[in-house]
């Protein structure tokens, strides 16, 4: 009998399928072929799962590979994140390929024990806003710190987490645009992101309130403000939060109405050149006393060029430039601007470098990089190329548990990272969670120091293009400097800061390890 009602139940079911298939017009496939098209639509929507993890390749995903992604569960989880065997990367093959050159003979060598350099501190080779002489001026405790992602676009657990694993690990985490929020306040140092949409520092209007901006730098530790023109995965694009998904929370801490659409314009509306930019960077600085800096993608390089001539006496300027590849993340943008539109990290950083090298400027300025630079190789070749710190977004994302679902947007993220469903986010530990974004950002700047050392340089920010080649399979190795046209000198520490990294890295250097100072 119980065998019968099963049958029954699934002709039933199949009957009703074949009905709703046959009445529908939206899928002419349903229509001609009932029950059996609906296959083909439950293939379609899981085939990221199963390309993800059956049919592909270790190294063929994207944006992150399985082997990138095993690389950064393995580090946050503080598991054994060494391979064996040897690569299993196309070098015979693969056109640009970095290989970086160890030295024989040196003064600084590698350590062997696995762990070993977890603990050691890994400084800024330059002071932030020294340059320019900010009363707040101050050494960036790390090299490697979290990019801007909002509360809003990630879910307060995770906001939570990242910002208690960027207090254990000593390094500092950006707000995003979307202002400081509750789960900012875990006690990790701070960037505060302006955007275009002045979330936590505007009127009722929406226009830039600079007493809103002294009040909600003073509330928390925020060391710098970052003035975010575009980013690499959607420039010169303002962005919509719908009403559905403007909570009590996002509202006051974007201090944006509830129930309303925002939308983010697409370009600043408190300047509209460089000569106002800088005005309102030099005002910035002066009310807060914090160092002052821009966020960019690159496209045309006229802004920069205009930039670095305006910067030229000294009188003015930005204390750093974080420059965006397009290749970096987003929660949400148009397919042909996350595809087609600014210029990938090293072609975006090494047109802008060249053209503040030319203009003898590169010193007075805090390099960062960000788009895809939480991966130890490519966070090397940014610091050969001038880098002088990272910051990381998806692969902090994915140590607090982003398993690339690629959800983002929908609101439906299965690990409750990116989305604002309750339900969702609960599944995500913050306390848990901040002990592997602590994990994960000491094992990369233990991988950046190793393989640092590797090369004879005490820090990462003294690697020069010419440690670097790139591949041309098997065929040619061609010098870092010689692909992007890099003249003799670009790319290293002036003499007073390398100077002093080095005596910073020599002091704190594991007892037992050799303490002279080599050449630079």
Known sequence: MKSTSALALLAAGTAGLAARDLLQKQHSLKRNFPVLANARYLLEKIGPELRQYIVTSNDEERPFSRDQRSWVY?????????????????????EGYPIFKHRTFSDVSASTPTHHGEETPLPCAKVLGAARGRRHAFRPESVVNISSMSFGSLSGNAVHALNEGARLAGCM??????????????????????????FGCRDDEGRFDLAKLQAVVESAPVKAIEIKLSQGAKPGLGGMLPAAKISREIAETRGIPQGEDCASPSRHTEFDDIDSMLDFVELLAAETGLPVGIKSAV??????????????????GVDFIAIDGGEGGTGAAPLVFTDAVALPFRLAFTRVYAIFAKAGLTDRVVWVGSGKLGLPENALVAFALGVDM?????????????????????DHCPTGVATQNQWLARGLDPTLKAQRVNNYIRTLRRDLLKVS??????????????????????????????????????????????AAIIELMRRTAPSGEDEVVPAT
């Open 299 to 316: 496209g045309d390089l006229t802004f920069w060029e205009d930039l670095a001539e305006a910067m030229a006496d000294g009188s003015r």
């Open 390 to 410: 990272v910051h990381v977004a998806r692969e902090a994302m994915l140590a607090v548990g982003c398993i690339q679902a690629q959800q983002c947007h929908t």
């Open 173 to 198: 985490q950006l707000t995003g645009e979307g202002s400081l929020s509750p789960y900012h306040r875990q006690g990790g140092d701070l960037i505060f992101q302006i955007g275009t949409a002045y």
């Open 453 to 498: 050392e590797a090369c004879g340089v005490w820090h990462p920010g003294l690697l020069t293009v010419g440690d670097v080649d790139l591949l041309l399979g098997n065929r040619k190795a061609t010098a870092l400097g010689e692909v992007y046209d890099y003249e003799p000198g670009w790319g290293r520490l002036g003499e007073e800061d390398a």
């Open 74 to 94: 393995a580090s946050s989880k503080m598991e054994n994140n060494y391979v064996g065997f040897g690569t299993d990367n196309d070098v015979e093959r693969v």
